[in-house]
């Protein structure tokens, strides 16, 4: 098993990583010393395979469990979900001791760690993430939060959980879709800090998607990501700087989310065709050479890069990237490569840049 400490300022706290680890979590739970009384918060399909040795481990380690199961699904990620899961809480009548354990993907992640935040003005809670995007990227950090109507994540709290509780084993049962719009985050992190990742998954991506890696290999591969995760965030906890840099990829794949109404396309696929616009953008400004650029897009093709991005307009796109706050007298912010393993942050991009970049997208796939 592995184990990641993160500190950011006013918290600290450890991430464990390995497989068959999840009826560690009652044990794991004790030693962070929390109150007798838990909400065990899950979606319909996590729960189906994971609540009961969730609730099993818990209860054996002394805990009063509270399971508390909804719909799923980013549809259920705004304040009427929120609102649902602390209905539960306060007819149960969970004082300050009470704590919340979140378990499955982002969504349940984000909505529980901001019921955590919120209810009697924060109480603690535990992540134990079951995507790869959880694992990876959304349990680690403190961001929780949920969805307004009128824009995503718009709603939330930096609320830094107890523990992260990451059992790999989790992952085998992943929708393939869901693991390649995952592996777009692991990609990317090899591609903004590690070249040695990004080699590795050069020789068995395919193996990785498919969930053949063995377990051993598999929970190397998540480890590295939260390490990297890890040290990006206790840099920097509230993104002044450094932390950007998670963003590669992303003011383009936040676009077209917003531009498609968030329908069209998972959010990894979205980053996938961001970080390729991003390429094309870095090629143009010459942070990075054509071999790099041209590495980079080999191994996302392989991801699956997904087609029908001609059919959106692309100046409807760059308009979304123009409500990106990191806008500054009117030209963008990029992340760009430097070469693979390593990125920079470019101020001052031209608009028509920023175009070229979404048509070389739109043309090429
Ligand atoms: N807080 C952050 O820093 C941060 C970072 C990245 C993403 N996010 C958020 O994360 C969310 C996306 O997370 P996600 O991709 O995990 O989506 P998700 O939570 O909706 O999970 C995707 C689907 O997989 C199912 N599922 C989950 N685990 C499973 C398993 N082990 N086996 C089988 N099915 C399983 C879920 O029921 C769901 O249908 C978005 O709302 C996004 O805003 C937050
Ligand atoms: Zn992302």
Redesign the pocket.
Known sequence: MHRIDLAVEGAAYPIFVGHDILGELGSRCSEQGLGRQVALVS????AA??LEPATASLRAAGFQVLEVVYA???GM?NLAGAEGILAKMIEAEFDRSAWITAL???????MA?FVAATYLRGIPYVQVP??I??QV??SI?G???VNHALG??LIGAFHQPRLVLVDTD??R???GR?AV??MA?VVKHALIRDEELFSFLEDRLEEVVAMQLDAETLDWLIARNVEIKAAVVSADEREGGLRAILNYGHTIGHAIEAATDYGRY???EAVILGLIGAGEIARREGTWTEEERRRQDALLERLGVPGGLAEVGAEQILARTKTDKKRVNGRSRFILGKRVGEVEIVEGIEDEVVLSGIEYVQQRY
């Open positions: 979606d319909e399909a996590v395979r994971y799923g699904g980013e990620k499955g993907g982002g969504v349940v992640g984000d760690g079951t995507t995007v959880a990227d959304s950090g961001k929780t939060g995503k994540n989790a992952l049962s992943l929708p869901e719009a995952g985050e998972k959010h990894g």
